[in-house]
T-cell receptor
Framework: NAGVTQTPKFQVLKTGQSMTLQCAQD?????MYWYRQDPGMGLRLIYY???????DKGEVPNGYNVSRLNKREFSLRLESAAPSQTSVYFC?????????????FGPGTRLTVT | AQSVTQLDSQVPVFEEAPVELRCNYS??????LFWYVQYPNQGLQLLLK??????LVESINGFEAEFNKSQTSFHLRKPSVHISDTAEYFC???????????FGQGTTLQVKP
């Protein structure tokens, strides 16, 4: 099992450009999440998807959109990138049928917006 | 609302010394608690978790954490650290009715030879 995979690993954008971060999991998990990690702030939830076909906002959703394409894939889109979106982005998944939502993380995407 | 506070942003320690990374949480409902570790340029890996039962939980690499409900704490300890323990450590909390993890700010453990 590959677990949670993310593409790309690194990306540099100019202000105003758009891009989509891809995430896929092969653990048959129902729930998937997108976080951003910034120094001194831990991880903050951007969006999550409790199950296929549903998405909900997290703590910092502004400037982002998501798509739960199917049970395996959950993408994050930046429509018009801003320097404040320079960050490391992590995707995670968990099995919602268990009472405890232990999350498994991907390796991350390092995004720089100039 | 739930929140997690990691009281130290950086903890420098010499190899083979003991270490404690502090974590306090606030929540009005029952919680599950986690410690995750992030090695340089990698994603997060689960280190240990408290779900229920014994308040002392252990990881396979010598770390342990104790759930203290009265003090709302879940401090992480290791009696003797190694250079390879150098990493960032995150405390996280979730409640059974949301599934969403709330993370602390992270503590960087720097083990010196």
């Amino acid at each position: 099992n590959a677990g949670v995979t993310q593409t790309p690993k690194f990306q540099v954008l100019k202000t105003g450009q758009s891009m989509t971060l891809q995430c896929a999991q092969d653990m048959n998990h129902n729930s998937m999440y997108w976080y951003r990690q910034d120094p001194g702030m831990g991880l903050r939830l951007i969006y999550y998807s409790a199950s296929e076909g549903t998405t909900d906002k997290g703590e910092v959703p502004n400037g982002y959109n998501v798509s739960r394409l199917n049970k395996r894939e959950f993408s994050l889109r930046l429509e018009s990138a801003a320097p404040s979106q320079t960050s490391v982005y992590f995707c995670a998944s968990s099995e919602a049928s268990q009472r405890v939502y232990e999350q498994y993380f991907g390796p991350g995407t390092r995004l720089t917006v100039t | 609302a739930q929140s997690v506070t990691q009281l130290d942003s950086q903890v420098p320690v010499f190899e083979e010394a003991p270490v404690e990374l502090r974590c306090n949480y606030s929540s009005s409902v029952s919680v599950y608690l986690f410690w995750y570790v992030q090695y340089p340029n990698q994603g997060l890996q689960l280190l240990l978790k408290y779900l229920s039962g014994s308040t002392l939980v252990e990881s396979i690499n010598g770390f342990e954490a104790e759930f203290n409900k009265s003090q709302t704490s879940f401090h992480l300890r290791k009696p003797s650290v190694h250079i390879s323990d150098t990493a960032e450590y995150f405390c996280a909390v979730t409640s059974s009715n949301t599934g969403k993890l709330i993370f602390g700010q992270g503590t960087t453990l720097q083990v010196k030879p």
